[in-house]
């Protein structure tokens, strides 16, 4: 036991961070004027949850080992999600009103993940196995429904004419939440059912079985205390996000890049350590999964926060980022029909992410 408890150091510096700011929060962000204390605490916030996050990643991993594809990814890709839904929900509630945050932390999301994280991991995973293989029905199975949900979310709300604009009435965002938990639960009762074949790597899931030295009930423990750690701290994101898009007149779509990265780097650690395992079907398990998980989890219940405490909410994608949501899919979609990968799919998927950065800042 001795080892496993020095391992965990890092919750003494969480279990530090939660217990400043339960007892100086309003000291604290009553100095968000300072820009040096405005930086100290969103880098403090960022730091503490984000290895907060990649301790969660490392238990859910040593769980994952004993329960194997695709429960162990499925499991990790749900604790993410979550992490995801209160980040966002906490800005949205402390947050001044902004509409469009869950549209531009979903663009975010889809582009750091399709493109940077794959993009990444792909060309990785290429140069260290040259090539490498995953399993095609599994893949399909995740773009038959990411695909619609995405343009039911981010696209199709351009094209509704019930309410000027592109955002969609009561009826329809009631319409939205009932399709994306519908289609989401579906996909995960035959994932984890019937089609549970399409996503495991047989040539893996025998000898990650046996790899976990960890208890289960060490793992699952310490899984939950970092989980409750994350949700207190990301909920003070809130206010200082906020000052930042608001008071610095920082890029709209900087909050949801934040947020994004906050919820991104651990899967995207998980991915690349599973390509250069030569473990390719764990690694699309984790970019199909999070990007799916992501639609048709955290877009209902950010919906639903927002029609609770009465803001507005624009989902449908203009400009240069429609055009890149379309692109982005359209490149997915011949990227993971082949059930092979390569360096080269890798670079054009940077190169794609790397214009989303662009824009940003030069549309």
């Not at 919750?11 to 820009?35: H, K, T």
């Not at 880098?43 to 996050?53: N, Q, T």
């Not at 991104?264 to 990007?291: C, Y």
Request: hydrophobic share 55%; net charge negative.
């Amino acid at each position: 036991m001795a080892p496993l408890v020095r391992a965990e150091w890092f919750f003494l510096v969480s279990a530090a961070s939660v217990a400043s700011f339960a007892l100086f929060e309003d000291r604290l962000f009553s100095r968000l004027d300072n820009p040096l204390i405005l930086t100290v605490i969103l880098l403090w916030l960022f730091g503490a949850v984000l290895w907060s996050s990649l301790s969660v990643v490392r238990h859910a991993e040593s769980l994952a080992r004993r329960l194997g594809e695709p429960y162990g990814t499925l499991l990790l890709t749900l604790t993410i999600t979550s992490i995801e839904v209160v980040a966002i929900s906490a800005v949205v509630r402390h947050g001044g009103p902004n509409p469009t945050l869950m549209r531009d932390t979903l663009l975010a999301l889809i582009m750091i993940i399709m493109n940077g994280m794959v993009g990444v991991t792909l060309l990785i995973g290429g140069f260290r196995h040259r090539e490498q293989t995953f399993n095609l029905q599994g893949a399909n199975a995740f773009l038959s429904v990411l695909v619609p949900l995405a343009t039911f979310a981010l696209i199709m709300p351009d094209y509704t004419q019930t309410t000027p604009g592109p955002v969609y009435s009561v009826a329809q965002q009631f319409v939205l939440v009932i399709m994306s938990l519908a289609l989401y639960l579906l996909f995960l009762a035959l994932q984890t059912g019937r089609y549970h074949g399409y996503f495991e790597d047989a040539a893996h899931t025998a000898a990650e079985a046996h790899g976990a030295a960890t208890p289960v009930w060490f793992s699952t423990v310490m899984l939950a205390a970092y989980m409750a750690a994350i949700v207190y701290l990301v909920e003070q994101f809130g206010p200082p996000i906020d000052y930042l898009l608001e008071t610095l007149q920082a890029p709209a779509p900087l909050g949801g890049i934040l947020i994004a990265l906050l919820v991104a780097t651990p899967e995207s650690i998980g991915a690349v350590k599973a390509a250069l395992d030569n473990q390719m079907q764990r690694a699309v398990n984790i970019f199909l999964g999070s990007v799916l998980a992501t639609i048709g989890l955290t877009i209902p219940a950010v919906l639903v926060i927002n029609h609770l405490i009465e803001r507005p909410i624009i989902l449908g994608l203009e400009h240069t980022d429609f055009a890149l949501l379309i692109l982005t899919l359209a490149l997915s979609i011949i990227t993971f029909t082949s059930g092979r990968t390569n360096m080269l799919q890798g670079v054009v998927h940077l190169l794609l992410f790397a214009a989303y950065i662009l824009l940003i800042f030069q549309a």
